[in-house]
């Protein structure tokens, strides 16, 4: 499989994600539901920088039995509860992705439980 990011020369560009990914020679996707900042619990942790890392703790161990790691991420949204938290959440982001450039978009929206503050889908291949 080959991954290569695309951003257009006459469009917006960013450092830290890619406009678009383009995926060629790919076997399997692999989708995740909105996943949570929650242990077997369901207890979200407490402040944003430990949900964050959580729910991308939360996202690697799915990708874990299909035999994918993050270098297979090819899309993810985070989804935020507070427009605030859109600085932390980025630096966790690079922190969690160590410069992989992908595709990622951000929404502000009330989420089901809350107390969470972050959840993340995503779209891995291999």
Same mark, same amino acid.
């Given at each position: %499989?080959?991954?290569?990011?695309?951003?257009?020369?006459?469009?917006?560009?960013?450092?830290?994600?890619?406009?678009?990914?383009?995926?060629? *020679?790919?076997?399997?996707?692999?989708?995740?539901?909105?996943?949570?900042?929650?242990?077997?619990?369901?207890?979200?942790?407490?402040?944003?920088?430990?949900?964050?890392?959580?729910?991308?703790?939360? #996202?690697?161990?799915?990708?874990?039995?299909?035999? %994918?790691?993050?270098?297979?991420?090819?899309?993810?949204?985070?989804?935020? $509860?507070?427009?605030?938290?859109?600085? $932390?959440?980025?630096?966790?982001?690079?922190? %969690? #992705?160590? *410069?992989?450039?992908?595709?990622?978009?951000?929404?502000?929206?009330?989420?089901?439980?809350?107390?969470?503050?972050?959840?993340?889908?995503?779209?891995?291949?291999?």
């Amino acid at each position: %499989m080959e991954v290569r990011a695309i951003d257009a020369a006459d469009a917006p560009s960013s450092p830290f994600f890619a406009q678009a990914v383009e995926i060629t *020679g790919a076997r399997r996707l692999l989708f995740t539901s909105g996943l949570t900042p929650t242990e077997g619990d369901w207890v979200p942790a407490e402040g944003f920088d430990a949900q964050a890392r959580l729910v991308w703790r939360n #996202l690697f161990a799915q990708l874990a039995p299909a035999g %994918m790691a993050p270098d297979n991420l090819v899309k993810v949204t985070v989804i935020l $509860a507070d427009r605030a938290s859109r600085g $932390a959440s980025a630096a966790v982001f690079d922190e %969690m #992705l160590a *410069g992989r450039r992908i595709a990622v978009s951000t929404i502000i929206a009330g989420l089901a439980d809350p107390r969470r503050t972050i959840e993340i889908e995503a779209v891995a291949a291999d």
